[in-house]
């Protein structure tokens, strides 16, 4: 019989999860914060939407944000989350193109591949089937 020995921390997490968790925090909480400030109305955030010609859909796209984010950050739905958040991401990366902010396609990108960072360290069985 082997045994692998699994570094822990003092808290008793695996360094995996607590990775895991962080990525996810950090996603989670970009996108939350995004969606709460298109609900407010933030120019920095709302006149790229504007620009792209989506200024009528900010409310809608907030709550598909807030939605996506919710999905990714509760550990039941985080499969399904992750694919969403990556639709969303994909749709940022195409609107920032549209208003001409090359700059703006960067941390979209970025956040989608923590998203499947995170998911692949929370639920590695799902990527068995790949």
Known sequence: MTTQAVSTTRSGLSKT???AYGMTGLVAFAMFSSAIAKFAGVPQVV???QRSHLGNFVTPIAVIEF???ALFAIPKTSSLGTLLVTGYFGGAVVA???ANDVAGVVPAL???ALAWGANYL???Q???SL
């Open 67 to 69: 939605t996506c984010a």
């Open 17 to 19: 999860t607590i990775a």
């Open 110 to 112: 970025v956040l989608g």
């Open 122 to 124: 929370r639920n590695r």
């Open 47 to 49: 006149d790229p939407l």
């Open 126 to 128: 799902m990527f068995g």
């Open 96 to 98: 920032h193109l549209a």
